[in-house]
RNA sequence: GCGCCGGUAGUCUAGUGGAAGGAUGCCAGCCUUCCAAGCUGGUGACGCGGGUUCGAAUCCCGCCCGGCGCACCA
């Protein structure tokens, strides 16, 4: 088996097989928008049911809801969103107009090597730059928002101005009251949410790594600022291996280093006891579905790329053959900045009160690049054997289909058997479909690029016992089983095996 | 957003000024076979728009999309 996937390979398969394509590919495509196939979607919304049923249904501390894409822009405001700037902006302080910093440079006829921050400042202030529409004074470069933005109601004008969220943590915040009132929650406990996030990125790069619409997957998990660092189940973490690259480490030009969470966390490593848990709590379930303990690895933000809610952030990082190092995940002490600051806004009181004290809870936030973690375990899988058959070696709760049902002869009785099974299989809410190629060979190689688990064949013995065999994706090996066992024989092997 | 390179069927690819070809996939049929390999037929492409030319997939310009580098990155 070979592992030396390109992004080509992934490219490929993905088009050829209805993973993932351009979106508006027949007028030319947009960048930054990608439209999921039928298989692509199965495998991204099985990860995301998954994702949900481990950090959701499974816990009994952790309420799922399903906050609106557009609120109210004074949340953004609030957030610190609106001040948050990417695309370098300098403003007339007299007239107001705003121009794109390069374009300004360039009508000023003022030649600079590089578009830092930093030589812009300085080339406007050097060349003592003013505003050409109005002669008045420029105010200092500032980042351009990457909110995409759109309008509500009839007119279109700086008061119907609405932003498209950048994340969903803003609506489980401004929630938070609410739902702790409803459910009586008691700290700690958190909110989870997934869903749709528009950025409107300078440059989106890398296949479906960098995009202008994705999908994440969050949880805002409260503590009391007092109990940061009591995390009953941290035991349930403790144990786990990662590579973790401290920012002392990564100034310091060292390598990462092998550590379990639980002396990364007595080393001091984590900024709270729960901020370990969570980072725990995530690579189990990467791990969980097929990602190598191997090519993940955990690495802290650096002051400087710190955002700015955030007391500590840790990345954990996949190994894409392709790209090196991307972040997939990242677990950020947000403290009780998004309360406070909603609290002082809105001048609701977001904070609970202990002994007759008021107190803002502390949050600890795992945001899932869900397009990235698809991408990720698509790369994983990818495998292309002796033959040059390529193989997604998926795991089964992940796998667009739970098996393939395949008659040996494309003759009459042989596919009413194989639909009489499919429909079987189906009222076990199992995800199965027939193929009819008529050639299994054929067949297999289609499911296996799927990445279908089983392949489940009728041949002639079928009729002569009601068996059919199961073949495994992986192996091409096969058994044979009574056909009314199917059900529970798929179920227990998807548990079992990848 | 800047710079460099690129864009021919679903996929891979030939064609560099003079009839767009192949492989594979896909569809229909034959064959009735346990890992895409037999036979017959069929569908299917020059990213978009302008220009030069008698004639453009080919040369020029603009745009779109992609890769890489820079920048940026909540």
């Known amino acids: 088996m070979e592992k030396n996937v390109s992004l080509d390979d992934i490219v490929n398969i993905a088009k050829r097989r209805g993973l993932i394509f351009p979106s508006s590919e ?30 959701v249904i499974s816990r009994d501390d952790v309420y799922g809801i399903s906050p609106a894409i557009i609120l109210s822009p004074a949340v953004w405001k609030a957030s610190g969103h609106v001040d948050e700037f990417i695309d370098i902006l300098v403003e007339c302080t ?21 578009f830092s921050m930093e030589s812009i400042k300085n080339s406007l202030r050097d060349n003592n730059a003013r505003c050409p529409k109005c002669g008045g ?23 119907s101005v609405i932003y498209l969220r950048p994340e969903i943590a803003q609506g489980m915040f401004i929630n938070f009251k609410l739902i702790s009132a409803i459910t009586g929650a ?22 479906i790594f960098r995009l202008r619409e994705f999908e994440i997957a ?85 002051e400087t790329e710190l955002a700015h809610y955030a007391k500590q952030t840790f990345d954990i990082e996949y190994y894409f053959p392709y790209f090196g190092w991307k972040e997939i995940v990242g677990i950020a002490n947000r403290t ?42 698509i790369t994983e899988a990818y495998t292309v054997r002796e033959d040059g058959k390529v193989i997604l ?10 098996a393939v049902i395949v008659p040996l002869l494309k003759r009459p009785e042989f596919i009413a058997k194989a639909e009489e099974i499919n429909r079987m299989l189906k009222r076990e809410r199992l995800a199965t479909y027939v193929d009819v190629s008529g050639r299994v060979g054929k067949a297999y190689v289609k499911a296996d690029e799927f990445g279908v688990p089983y392949a489940i064949t009728i041949d002639h013995e079928t009729f002569e016992n009601d068996t059919v065999t199961i073949r495994f994706r992986d192996t091409r090996e096969q058994i044979r089983v009574p056909i009314t066992e199917l059900p529970i024989r798929i179920r227990e092997l998807s548990k079992t095996t990848v």
């Open 26 to 55: 027949i007028y030319g495509g947009l960048a930054g928008f990608y439209d999921y196939g039928p298989i692509g979607f199965e495998i991204k919304r099985r990860i995301i049911d998954d994702w949900w049923w481990n950090f």
């Open 94 to 114: 007299k007239c107001k107009s705003r121009f794109k910093a390069e374009t300004l440079l360039e009508d000023l006829g003022i030649k600079i090597s590089d």
């Open 137 to 159: 004074e420029l105010s200092e470069p500032r980042r351009f928002n990457l909110m995409v933005e759109a309008h509500v109601g009839a007119v279109k004008d700086e008061s």
């Open 186 to 207: 008691k700290l700690p406990f958190g909110i989870a949410s997934y869903g749709k996030v528009f950025r409107n990125e300078i440059a989106p790069r890398g296949f």
């Open 218 to 302: 969050e949880i805002e998990y409260f503590i009391d600022p007092d109990e940061q660092n009591s995390c009953e189940d941290f035991h349930e973490v403790d144990n786990i291996e990662i590579k973790i690259w401290t920012k002392e480490e990564q100034k310091r030009n060292l390598k990462p280093k092998e550590r379990k969470l639980g002396d990364a966390y007595n080393e001091g490593v984590f900024s709270s006891m729960w901020h370990a848990y969570w980072v725990g709590e995530s690579v189990k379930w990467l791990e969980s579905i097929g990602l190598s303990p191997e090519n993940l690895r955990l690495r802290e933000h650096l």
């Open 336 to 377: 009780d900045y998004d309360l406070r600051r909603h609290s002082k806004t809105s001048g609701e009181k977001l904070y609970l009160v202990k002994d007759g004290k008021q107190f803002f809870p502390y949050c600890i936030e795992p945001s899932f690049g869900i397009d990235r973690i698809f991408l990720a375990v």
């Open 393 to 402: 070696r998926l795991h089964p709760k992940v796998a667009p289909y739970d």
